[in-house]
């Protein structure tokens, strides 16, 4: 019994001489842990897992930090096989898409995690895919953090998503998210003017927005207000697509609009959906012709004839990112899975 003690106050005390004369010896348990967070890729968490054996010392103050990274790469592994996808394959694409997949709030949550180390990573289609307010919030809460700074285009349309969703959303880009956005497909989800009012502000200062759809979202003459009213001259500086089709617009908001491209906003609009699906008078509809007219914009006032719940712009993406979704899985799918993982180390 003596010797056993012995024996475990004799570990114990190479233990403390280990942390106390190697690299990390000065370091407190915290410190280690925010080293170990920085390192902690979920998709590929080798270089943590490999810090933690370099001496015997730093297992017992990582053990907790380990912890969390074995949960969150169970999590990650779980999604990219939803996705047909290896965490390798994952850490280095550009687009993600969700295109044949349901998803949930908590698949949502996870690829927030993840897309923080997702350095490529340009467009994200989301479409119809039931995301709901609680779905975006989940997300927004991980891009608020700063993640995906290179993504570029969302494709978020038909989602069911509400004011709720839409000010998550707002909030994130206020807080910096998305700072190379150039494309946010809204349309199909029944924002409201509440939900508007709350994504107009960081929308209309975004700098690289270029292409913002609004297709039936139930926006009324107030919500189109607080989005093109009064606007600056560093508003929407960038936009050249704007999507307003099939709301809840009447004349105000026409005027409203006009008011806008006459006083010189939206310097590079080019393209305005924005006359079917309203009540407007035809004196409306012609001041409307007539100001695009003197800005050069083109007005598409027909009804897109492809997919109901989607934009003409957005199903011509759908078309693309499918095609690429059945060649990856021609290619490879579930096969590259096993395979990616096989590198990864056993937690």
């Known amino acids: 019994m003596a010797h056993r003690a012995t024996r475990s106050a004799s570990r114990a005390a190479r233990i403390a001489e280990a942390v106390a004369t190697g690299p990390f010896g000065a370091l407190s348990h915290d410190e280690l842990g925010v080293i170990v967070d920085g390192l902690a890729d979920p998709l590929q968490p080798v270089v943590a897992v490999a810090l933690s054996s370099t001496c015997l010392g730093l297992r017992t ?42 998803v949930t709030a908590a698949d949502m949550a996870t690829l927030g995690m993840v897309m923080c180390w997702l350095p490529a990573l340009q467009e994200l289609y989301l479409s119809e895919r039931g995301l709901g307010d609680a779905g975006l919030v989940a997300l927004c809460d991980a891009l608020a953090q700063g993640a995906a700074p290179s993504l570029t285009d969302v494709y978020l349309s038909s989602n069911k998503i509400g004011p709720a969703g839409a000010e998550a959303l707002a909030a994130a880009l206020s807080r910096g998210a998305l700072p ?80 806008a491209l006459d006083n010189g906003a939206m310097p590079e609009i080019n393209q305005l959906l924005m006359l079917e699906g309203h009540a407007l008078s035809e004196k409306a509809t012609d001041a ?60």
């Open 288 to 347: 409307f012709r007539a100001s695009a007219g003197r800005r050069g914009i083109t007005i598409v006032d027909e009804v897109y004839e492809g997919n109901s719940t989607q934009g003409f712009a957005e199903d011509m993406a759908a078309d693309q990112i499918g095609g690429m979704d059945m060649a990856e899985d021609q290619n490879g799918g579930m096969d590259e899975v096993s395979e990616g993982d096989s590198t990864q180390p056993d937690m």
């Open 61 to 102: 103050p990582l053990r907790a930090a380990l912890e969390v990274l074995k949960e969150r790469h169970s999590r990650a592994k779980e999604l990219c096989r939803k996705m047909h996808m290896s965490c390798e394959r994952t850490r280095t694409t550009d687009h993600w898409s969700f295109y044949s997949v349901r």
């Open 180 to 259: 190379n956005l150039k494309m946010l497909c809204l349309h199909g989800n029944p924002l409201g003017s509440p939900g508007v009012a709350a994504l107009a502000v960081p929308l209309r200062t975004h700098p690289c927005l270029n292409f913002l759809s609004l297709y039936e979202c139930r926006i009324g003459d107030k919500g189109l207000a607080s989005l093109v009213g009064n606007l600056g001259k560093d508003d929407f500086k960038a936009l050249g697509l704007l999507d307003l089709d099939t709301n809840e617009l009447t004349d105000e908001s026409c005027t409203t609009i006009v008011a």
